[in-house]
């Protein structure tokens, strides 16, 4: 199975691109929800926790895991892939959903300016701007916190006039910062349930990208270069859900992040 990590419901998002790409592979998410956000929290916390989910999902049979939670990427992946992996799991692999996004995000833009809302956690790690650099050097980035995003969409609040008000003025702020942006990154994977009220917000012109596509095609990209991977992968096109709070609380949150009718498995770490 192909491992698909979130601290919480969020990942689904991305999971959702990855089973339209790969729609003959099984996954298993683990969302981490007893412990969610993660956002606002430590280094050594975030890190702490991500690397237990990920022990969960390797012990589960998962030679690949994909962490699709940005902060956890900006957070625990390197510390992971370096001072880990190769120690105790040199045949299993760990990617994040940060640099196949860096590797891309240039290409939306004309202006060459480029804005990104994510969690605390994620813009105070830098870890955005550092791999963006290293893929387009000229590239002008402006990051901008939106710590009530996450508790809005998790609240059900997703379209409401309340929500519409707090995501105008992140919006406004973001592009006061930088007026010459024409294109801006959705790096928190619970942002895309946000999408009207962030559209209404920015200009038309201005390009709104998700990462759940990128994610997917570089997935696709990683198997092909990969096929020692590929083989180790089951095809049955099966999805099975994990979650670290109760299995009630997971299947009617997921409903509001469109994975209908599932059934999950609590587990305790
Ligand atoms: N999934 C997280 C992310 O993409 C947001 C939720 C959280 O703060 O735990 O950054």
Redesign the pocket.
């Known amino acids: 199975m192909i491992g698909v990590f ?6 689904l998002t991305i999971l959702r691109d990855l089973q339209k790409a790969l729609p003959a592979y099984d996954f298993l998410y683990l969302g ?1 929800n007893a412990r ?6 430590s280094f050594e916390t975030i890190y702490r926790y991500t690397l237990e989910s990920v022990r969960t999902l390797f012990a589960r049979g998962c030679p690949l895991v994909i962490l ?7 957070r625990a992946l390197r510390s992971i892939q370096q001072d880990v992996l190769p120690f105790e799991f040199p045949d299993r692999r760990v990617l994040g ?1 940060i640099r196949p996004t860096a590797e891309e995000i240039g290409k939306f833009s004309r202006t060459g300016h480029v804005g990104i809302f ?2 605390a ?2 813009v105070s790690s830098q870890s955005y701007v550092l791999e963006i650099q290293k893929f387009f050097p000229n590239l002008t980035v402006t990051q901008h916190a939106c710590p009530m995003w ?1 508790p809005l969409v998790e609240c059900g609040e997703g379209d409401t006039e309340g929500t519409r008000y707090f995501v105008k003025k992140d919006v406004d702020a973001l592009l006061a910062a930088d007026p010459k942006i024409d294109t801006v990154l959705l ?5 895309p349930l946000l999408t009207a009220a962030i559209r209404a917000a920015l200009p038309p012109q201005v390009n709104l990208v998700f990462q759940g596509d990128i994610v997917a095609g570089k997935t696709v990209d990683y198997l092909h270069r990969h096929p020692e991977m590929d083989a180790r992968l089951i095809k049955g096109g099966k999805t099975a859900f994990l979650t670290s709070d109760t299995a009630k609380f997971f299947e009617k949150g997921a409903n509001l992040f469109g994975m209908k009718d599932i059934s999950a498995e609590s587990l305790t770490f």
């Open positions: 979130d601290s919480g419901f969020g990942g981490d969610a956000p993660y956002g606002s929290r699709a939670c940005n902060t956890a990427s900006a959903i994510a969690t956690g994620t996450v790096a928190c994977t619970h942002y």
